[in-house]
Each structure stands twice: as C-alpha cells, then as structure tokens.
C-alpha cells in the first residue's frame, strides 16, 4: 500500500495569513504515461462530507477560490492558503490515485491564531 | 447535478452485517468510466476508503477489509451498496459514499453515523 503522510497534524495560523500542509507518498504518484501526479486535496468542515479542492496535484477544482493552491511532484506536495479566511477553519486530505488501495493521509486542522 | 445518498440503519449490534446503500440520481451507475466508493471517518479519526465497484460491476476493496466487506449494485434502482460483516466498536464511523472520476472524488453524498453497540 502507499502510505500517504501529512504534516503537520495541525496548525494556527493568522486571518490573512499563508498556510502550508505537506503531504509524502511512500511512493511516486507520477504516472508516467500521463505525466500527470494521481493526488488530491480535500477540505472537510465538521457535518460535511469532503469537498474536493485540487486534483492532479495542481489542478484547482471548479468554484475553489484562487487562495488554494497545490503544488509538488512525485513524492513530495502541498497545499498552500493564501489570505487565510474564517471559513477556511477545517480539515485538510490528501488522497493518492495512482493505485489501490486509494489511501489517504492523516489530515491536518486548521485553526485561526 | 449528480447526487448521491446514504441511507442504513444507524445502530448495528457486534458481530452483525452492516448494511448500506447509497441511491445515486443525476447519472447511471452503470454507464461511463466511473467509479462508486465507500470511504468511512471514524469518530476523532481520518478518512479510510473502503472500496469500490467500477461501472462494469468489477470491485477492489481495501485489503485489512477485503474478508469483511461486499460491494453491489441494483442498477434497476441505481443504487450501489456495502455489506461489512461480523462488525466491531472500531467500525463505528460516519459511512460517505462517492463518485470518483478522473482520479479524484468529486461528488460525495452527505454521510450516516453508523454505531455498533449492544
């Protein structure tokens, strides 16, 4: 299985502020014939289901604002808020595609400082 | 607007079947290259997927799952379901089901508290 690890477990961090989350794969999730990486982030506030923010590591999903922003390739990514906002306060995945099981990282809480 | 909803019984005893299902409107479950998964969050814990059926009615599970869990589709009703047997406290979870397509889950339904408990 590809292991996927998020750090850190949880940050702080200023209204306005930048936040950074790091996610490593045990594993390439470069998929060669498609040059793509099979990686998403997702942002979960508490009685919602996951709601997706990027796919293929960079790829932002349609209506996220243009604050999040992923990065990285291979085994090394991450997410990046810019201009932090109260309604950012959730919990933050990364899920690898590049096979089964679809494993995802441990996740990371943002709060506001 | 592709919807997806859970639905079971809320309260399931130790060594029972868990059972659910999730009715998909807006597409058909047995058309286009997608995949209907099963992820769950355990109380104070992290998303665990766990598994799939592909349009084609093929299925992959996660492997400390794979003995316990079964996935299936009605496509009379457009629905696809889990069966997770001889359940334990550690399957306590809120259950989502959700589309993935394009290697990512985009469409999520809302979620069902499962509990097992005598």
């Known amino acids: 299985d590809i292991v996927m690890t998020q750090s850190p477990d949880s940050l702080a961090v200023s209204l306005g502020g930048r936040a950074t989350i790091d996610c490593k794969s045990s594993?390439?999730?470069?998929?060669?014939?498609?040059?793509?990486?099979?990686l998403a982030w997702y942002q979960q506030k508490p009685g919602q289901p996951p709601k997706l923010l990027i796919f293929?590591?960079?790829t932002r999903e349609s209506g996220v604002p243009d604050r999040f922003r992923g990065s990285g390739s291979g085994t090394d990514f991450t997410l990046t808020i810019s201009n932090l906002q109260p309604e950012d306060v959730a919990v933050y995945y990364c899920?690898?595609?590049?096979?089964?099981?679809?494993?995802f990282g441990q996740g990371t809480k943002l709060e506001i400082k | 607007q592709v919807q997806l909803q859970e639905s079971g019984p809320g309260l399931v005893k130790p060594s029972e079947t868990l059972s659910l299902t999730c009715t998909v409107s807006?597409?058909?479950?047995?058309?286009?290259?997608?995949?209907w998964s099963w992820i769950r969050r355990p109380p104070g814990k992290g998303l665990e997927w766990i598994g799939y059926?592909?349009?084609?009615?093929?299925?992959d599970y996660s492997p400390p799952l794979r003995s316990r869990a079964t996935i299936s589709r009605d496509t009379s009703k457009n629905q696809f379901a889990l069966k997770l047997n001889s359940v334990t406290a550690a399957d306590t979870a809120v259950y989502y089901c959700?589309?993935?397509?394009?290697?990512?889950?985009?469409?999520w339904g809302q979620g069902v508290l499962i509990t097992v408990s005598s």
């Open positions: 899920q690898q595609f590049y096979t089964t099981p679809r494993t």
């Open positions: 594993q390439s999730l470069l998929y060669p014939s498609s040059y793509k990486n099979y």
């Open positions: 293929w590591a960079s």
């Open positions: 807006g597409a058909y479950i047995s058309s286009g290259s997608y995949y």
């Open positions: 059926i592909f349009y084609s009615g093929s299925t």
């Open positions: 959700a589309r993935e397509e394009g290697n990512r889950l985009l469409y």
